[in-house]
């Protein structure tokens, strides 16, 4: 030890190896930089509310599902008919709930969940991902379960917002690996939630584990693809556009 600190002294034939021992010792052990994490903006709340009200209001609406309303006969994902075409049940279905419980539950995830995505993706962007990610999952379900499956909810979407999330996550570990995140616990951590929140009794555990993985592969996709995030006036007009898709399904239906 010296006035100034410790000291290593090896001999000099020795000293190039001890150089380099000394240079990869520091280069393993480097601090990791933790990215700042942006605050979730304004817009992107208002989404998110805007999204729980309309289920909300649409419940108000349709009523639940034990009171026979005709808005389920035609817009319920019916596997048997979504595999005979009628493949816009994938969307309306999302708007359907079975019950009070249901769709406050739903409201509630998307109240939490579409923010961090639509800051992430963009407001449009955003919308239009999680909009595929539920019309995939519930799809899939469909094709794999086959009748007489039929199902409601917004879930299989919820179940999307975790998957963009987790992929945009592991996005965001690989262009930065001191980012701090560790890719194992993003994708443990997804399946944590899919456990906990999407295996209770009656749930539609398929749509929700296909909904996760669609939303996976869309929230890997999107930071690849698109090289630079698109305006605020083309994001606003992207969510306008997943709107109006979901009110032609409801017409065609």
Known sequence: MTETGWAVVVAERDEARARASLAAYDE??????????????????????????LLLAFF???GSRAAGA????????SAALILQGEVWRAVTALTLHADLAHVLGNAVACLVLIPPVSQALGVGTGLWVLLLAGAVGNTLTAVVHGPPHDSVGASTM??????VLAGHALIARWRAPTTGRRAWVIIVASLVLLAMLGTAEGADILGHVFGLLAGALLGLAVPLIRPRAFTE?????????????????????
């Open 70 to 77: 005709a808005w389920f006969e035609h817009g319920s994902a």
């Open 60 to 62: 108000v609406v349709t």
């Open 233 to 253: 006036t083309a994001e606003w007009a992207l969510a306008g556009a997943a709107l109006a898709v979901v009110v032609a399904c409801w017409w065609i239906a």
């Open 158 to 163: 919820t179940f999307g917002a975790i998957g």
């Open 28 to 53: 393993e052990n480097r601090p990791e930089v933790k990215a700042p994490v942006a605050a979730i903006g304004r817009a992107s709340i208002g989404v998110g509310v805007a999204v729980s009200v």
